[in-house]
Structures are given as C-alpha cells and as structure tokens.
C-alpha cells in the first residue's frame, strides 16, 4: 500500500493518476489515508484528481481537507472540492457547503448549489425527511436561478408530506415554466391520495395541462369513474359530455349510465 504514496507524489501526472485510480478502487482504510496524505501535498489537476477520489470514496475523514478548497483561488480546485463534498455528504459537509454558498465565485457557486441537492436527497434517502425539507426550502429562494428553486421545491415536496398537497396545488398554477414543469409529474409519481384530492378541489381554476396530469394521476390510483352533475336550470335542460383519451381518439368500451 505504501509503494504506492511516492507515486501519488512524483509529479508525474501519468503514474500519477494511475496510482489514484488504483487507491480509489480500494476498500482499505490505508488507501483512504494514501489519498488523504497526497491530497495535502499536491497541487493542480494531480489535487483535482486526488479531490475527485475521495469524493467518490465518500470519504468523510477528508471533509476538513476540502472545505478549507472551497476558498482555494483555484476554481476548478474549489469546484472539484464542492463536487465531492456533496458526494461524501453528512452534516460537516453540509456545514461547509452552506458557509461557501453565497461567498463562493459564480463559476463555484452552482456546483456548490448542486452538491447542497445532492445532500438533500441523501437526507432524505437516510429517513431524515426533517433536514431534506429544511435545505430544499432554504434554496427555494429568489435568489437562486430557477432550475436550482424547481430542483429544491421538489425536495421539500417529497420530504414534508404535511406541505406537500399545498405545494403542489400552488406549484401547478406557478408562472415559473420549470417549477410548473416538475409540478405536472408529481402527482402521478407521488401516487398520493390527498394530493390527488387537493388537486381536484382546485379543478375549476387549473389549466388543461394540469387537468390531464391530475386525471392520469387519479387514473392509475384506480378510479375508473366520471360524475357529471348539473346544479342550476330548470326542466328541458339537458346535459352531454364527450369523453376521449389523452390522445383525443374514443375510449373503446366506455359505458355510459344516467342516474336520476
């Protein structure tokens, strides 16, 4: 294992890599020391590269030696290292990630921003819907660029299942083109009653695209029937509906029943 540390260290950046990729793939704690030592006394893409693999080996014994890189006059450096903090994840990782949020340069900032996504998901994946809903809110600020909001309003929606009917209806009427765009998928993909029934208590005031999704949404948790009532008019009065699929084409073996 240790034959492998002066190689890490030549300045070669062939071999260099070689040894790297040869650590990186390894379940010993000494490769994760090896690549943690060289990581302190390299520089330049042999660094990034050494960033890369402790990101991969999620490593959290290296948490202090990236965070101090986010800093680093270097962006690709400072990139690599917000890379894989996100990766190896955990509240220290999180802690500095947060802390370089909004100091970072703009061309660090969005990878900072990702790997904070990244984070989330993994709080959630882990049970902690609690801290997954809190740092989807704090991105779903104004301040952030829209595709950064949609991505962390859809990881409030799947962690605080409280919120998550309002959420959704609120996101579904939103003006933000790519909210509204993960809005349309969730009810379908949540699969989730109270969802679905929040949804239609607004169905008056949804647009068409809505309507479709909530239908296809309320399709596959099996209702398989359409109520049609009228609620004002006298005698003489007559009602009809036209029914077709999501491709406009007739339903084949559609009933029709008139109740009085």
Not at 1 to 22: I, Q, V
Not at 157 to 182: F, K, M, N, W, Y
Not at 203 to 213: C, G, H, I, K, R
């Amino acid at each position: 294992m240790h034959s492998k540390e002066p190689t890490l260290l030549s300045g070669e950046e062939r071999t260099g890599h070689a040894a790297r990729y040869g650590l990186e793939g390894m379940a010993f704690p000494e490769a994760g020391a090896a690549l943690r030592l060289a990581l302190q006394k390299t520089s330049g893409l042999t660094k990034v590269g050494l960033v890369d693999s402790v990101g991969w080996r999620r490593d959290a014994a290296a948490v202090p030696l990236l965070t101090p890189l986010l800093s680093a006059g270097d962006a690709t450096i400072a990139s690599a290292a917000a890379a894989a903090l996100g990766r190896i994840g955990g509240q220290d990782a999180i802690a500095a990630l947060v802390a370089a949020r909004d100091q970072a340069p703009p061309d660090v900032q969005v990878t900072v921003w990702n790997s904070l996504l990244q984070c989330a998901e993994q709080l959630l994946a882990s049970g902690d819907a609690r801290g997954a809903a809190d740092l989807g809110r704090d991105l779903d600020a104004p301040k952030f660029p829209a595709h950064i909001r949609a991505a962390a309003w859809r990881c409030r929606v799947l962690a605080d299942a409280g919120a998550r009917a309002e959420l959704i209806t609120q996101a579904l009427s939103s003006q933000e083109p790519q909210r509204h765009a993960v809005a349309l998928k969730m009810p379908r993909e949540l699969d989730d009653a109270q969802v679905v029934r929040a949804c239609l208590r607004e169905w008056a005031s949804l647009p068409e695209d809505v309507q479709l999704a909530v239908l296809d949404a309320d399709l596959k948790r099996g209702a398989n029937e359409l109520r049609l009532k009228v609620t004002q008019g006298g005698g003489g009065w007559a009602a009809w509906a036209r029914i077709v699929g999501t491709d406009g084409l007739a339903i084949a073996g559609l009933k029709a029943q008139a109740e009085r």
